[in-house]
């Protein structure tokens, strides 16, 4: 009725940590990965489109730096978040740490202890995702 709806990002799940999982070390992953456990480490996409997808669920907690295009948040973070494309922060989210974003959607009751910044949209041509967030490259 007011315009154009904006389409949504969706992404399969690829990749599932288990509520009663912990996970000690950096997480690399492609794809869509959805957090129910815990992750003691660093979290990155590595992705060479930009599509890949993280979803944190309200029990779920990740103690390290996120770095993944699409993220959508429900549980408790430790570290900065880092989105080049989308960050949704919903009702039971909590972060400790700051939030650097292209854009972004905060429902009522998300939590940031941490600094808000806005930054441009990267434009995902020849460079991949581990070259935009200055990440070693892996092997393969």
Do not use: C
Request: no cysteine; charged share 20%.
């Amino acid at each position: 009725m007011w315009g154009k709806k904006q389409k949504r990002k969706t992404t399969r799940i690829d990749t599932l940590v288990g509520q009663h999982t912990v996970i000690n070390g950096d997480m690399k992953f492609t794809g869509g990965l959805h957090v129910e456990g815990v992750i003691m480490g660093n979290v990155y996409a590595i992705d060479d489109d930009g599509t890949s997808m993280l979803q944190l669920s309200d029990h779920g907690r990740i103690e390290g730096e996120v770095k993944v295009p699409y993220v959508v948040l429900n549980g408790e973070v430790r570290g900065d978040v880092h989105s080049s494309a989308h960050v949704e922060l919903l009702s039971k989210s909590q972060i400790t740490g700051n939030v650097y974003y292209s854009l972004i959607e905060m429902a009522i009751g998300a939590e940031v202890n941490g600094k808000l910044v806005h930054t441009t949209p990267s434009v995902h041509t020849a460079s991949s995702t581990a070259d935009a967030f200055d990440l070693p490259e892996h092997d393969t």
